[in-house]
């Protein structure tokens, strides 16, 4: 393809040579797991956020799984109370609900705004839900006033799936009434740090930010067999720790976060302000996205990605099955009542936006899908 959707190979020396040095000062320092580049990672994501505390973990779905299971442990939640989650989200943010003994609430979301729908957050919400998954989904805050006030009025638990939105703003502030950035926005939040999202280890790892001290030592305590101090299990726990190596890896990724999301921001402006094919469908802009994805929309999408391909130009769909409709929920959840999420899945289309795409293939593949009729 001449435009790839994405390619995650390192070629750049200098970034190879920086990968090199913090793999190096891992295994010079003798220690394999935690020990300091992991607490350094820590205080350093805890800064970035603006939250008291961050924990580093083994992935995405741990990070989701050890938030909810800390807030059970906390006695927050019970097992079997509701969560209220998107329909469109990727299966993880299901799966932890699930598989922490509650209950996925499907809401679906807002044709416009493709945010959670405040009135179907309102309606779970007032039908005992007790808490709340909002996944910032394609890099953008899925928060704004009207689901921040349905949040606060039932007092809800807010556990943000940050896993594609590091780095990200949101327009109104979080349940502590002063935050703006997501990963601060809720109660705890999980992020990512899968090689494809925007900040990527060189393989699996996950962190939880909160300002809740009681869960952080909850979670801090769930990914290391449940103990609190050596031999001392308070918890039936697991092993979710986060790798110094991959800790030192994201270090790396990090110093370089403030140039990727302006790149971002940069192919998502030109996309935005020169796609004018017929039927083609824009994301709502914001401001404080990081566009972890390049989302549009187009009524005859399969034939709109074939023409695509046979052009040089590959794109790929988040997601195409949503997961109320996976075979492994579809019995108990397959009849939720979610018409925007299933339309959105038949006719989404995610554009190149991570790496090797530039601002100047970005105007490239703009113009080619231009002549698309
Ligand atoms: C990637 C992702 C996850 C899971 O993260 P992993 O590190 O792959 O386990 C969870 N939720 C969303 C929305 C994601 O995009």
């Known amino acids: 393809m001449k435009y790839p959707f994405l390619d995650l190979s390192i070629s750049d020396p200098e970034l190879r040579s920086r990968f090199a040095e913090a793999a190096a000062r891992v295994i ?9 580049e992991v607490a350094a990672f820590e205080t350093r994501l805890a800064e970035m956020t603006g939250t008291e505390h961050a924990v580093g973990l083994s992935n995405g779905l741990d990070a989701l799984r050890l938030s909810l299971r800390a807030l059970i442990e ?8 509701r969560v209220a989650v998107q329909g469109n989200t990727y299966i993880a943010s299901v799966l932890a609900i699930t598989d922490s003994g509650l209950v996925p609430e499907f809401i679906d979301i807002d044709p416009v705004s493709m945010l959670p729908d405040p009135g179907c957050l309102e309606r779970v919400a007032s039908g005992g839900a007790k808490a709340f998954m909002p996944v910032h989904l394609y890099g953008r805050a899925s928060w704004n006033n009207e689901i921040a006030a349905v949040a606060g009025k039932y007092g809800l638990i807010v556990i943000e799936d940050n896993a ?3 780095g990200a703003k949101a327009s109104v502030p979080g349940v502590d009434g002063k935050s703006h950035s997501t990963g601060a926005l809720g109660h705890v939040s999980a992020f990512s740090f899968y090689p494809t999202k925007n900040i990527g280890a060189l393989g699996d790892a ?42 030192a890896f994201i270090g790396v990724r990090l110093d370089s976060i403030d140039a990727e999301t302006i790149r971002r921001r940069e192919i998502a402006r030109i996309y935005s302000s020169s796609l004018t094919c017929q039927g083609i469908g824009l994301p709502q802009w914001d401001d404080g996205s990081v566009w972890h994805q390049y989302v549009v929309t187009h009524p005859c999408r399969d034939r709109f990605r074939e023409w695509l391909a046979e052009q040089g130009v590959a794109t790929d769909i988040h997601y195409a099955v949503p997961p109320h409709l996976q075979p492994c929920y579809s019995g108990d959840y397959g009849k939720a009542d979610l018409p925007v999420t299933e339309h959105l899945a038949d006719i989404i289309v995610s554009l190149p936006i991570g790496l090797p795409t530039t601002p100047e293939s970005a105007a490239e593949i703009a113009s080619v ?5």
Request: proline share 6%; aromatic share 10%; net charge neutral.
């Open 369 to 373: 899908i231009n002549m698309f009729m």
């Open 164 to 166: 594609q939105a590091i």
């Open 206 to 247: 996950g962190a939880v930010t909160t300002s809740d001290p009681e869960l952080a030592s909850a979670v801090r305590a769930l990914a290391n067999y449940g103990s609190d101090r050596r031999y001392h299990n308070i918890y039936r726990g697991y092993n979710c720790r986060l790798d110094p190596m991959q800790a």
């Open 28 to 36: 010079d320092s003798g220690c394999f797991v935690g020990g300091p």
């Open 74 to 81: 906390c006695g927050r939640l019970y097992p079997g109370d």
